[in-house]
């Protein structure tokens, strides 16, 4: 069965709380330590602060295999461009053509006259391959403080705008 994709709403906030805590226990440990997971995971994906995100104009959507909830993402558009703040796919979903067909699902709900730009930890080279195979290129480096003494060491990466 192919896979589908829809925009999330408040009802589907406990399943991308889920997902995120499922992936990021699968993918980041050996790339941050598992106290900056459950940090990040306390600080960015709990149902309170998805729902503040929400309600602040971030677009949440979720990718599906079979009915099961596989992937989620969200958009946000400032500034002049759209930000792409969370990209995340199961792991046992990787290199099976689900991120860019979700990726493309993902354009066409935004205006592609407008660039986007996203962070990703400089040692996440799975995440880094595929976003250059999707069109970013690397526009700085950056160190970013998350409080609880830890840091973000990403790569702030781009992709131009179509004509």
């Not at 994906?45 to 971030?58: F, H």
Request: glycine share 8%; charged share 25%.
């Amino acid at each position: 069965m192919p896979a589908t994709f829809k925009p999330a709403t408040e009802k589907d906030i406990a399943t991308i709380e889920l997902l995120a805590h499922k992936i990021w226990h699968q993918h980041y440990p050996g790339i941050i330590t598992v106290e900056q997971i459950n940090f990040m995971l306390s600080t960015r994906y709990s149902a309170k602060v998805i729902t503040e995100q929400m309600l602040a104009g971030e677009k949440f959507f979720i990718a599906c295999l079979n009915g099961e909830a596989v992937a989620y993402a969200s958009v946000e558009l400032k500034d002049g461009y759209y930000y792409l703040h969370k990209f995340y796919v199961d792991v046992a979903r990787h290199r099976h053509g689900l991120g860019q067909q979700f990726f493309d699902y993902l354009l066409g709900q935004i205006d592609k006259s407008k660039p986007i730009r996203l962070q990703v930890n400089r040692q996440n080279y799975k995440a880094i391959n595929f976003y250059f195979k999707m069109g970013f290129t690397i526009e700085k480096v950056g160190d970013f403080d998350i409080g609880g003494g830890f840091y973000m060491n990403d790569f702030v990466m781009k992709r131009e705008a179509e004509n």
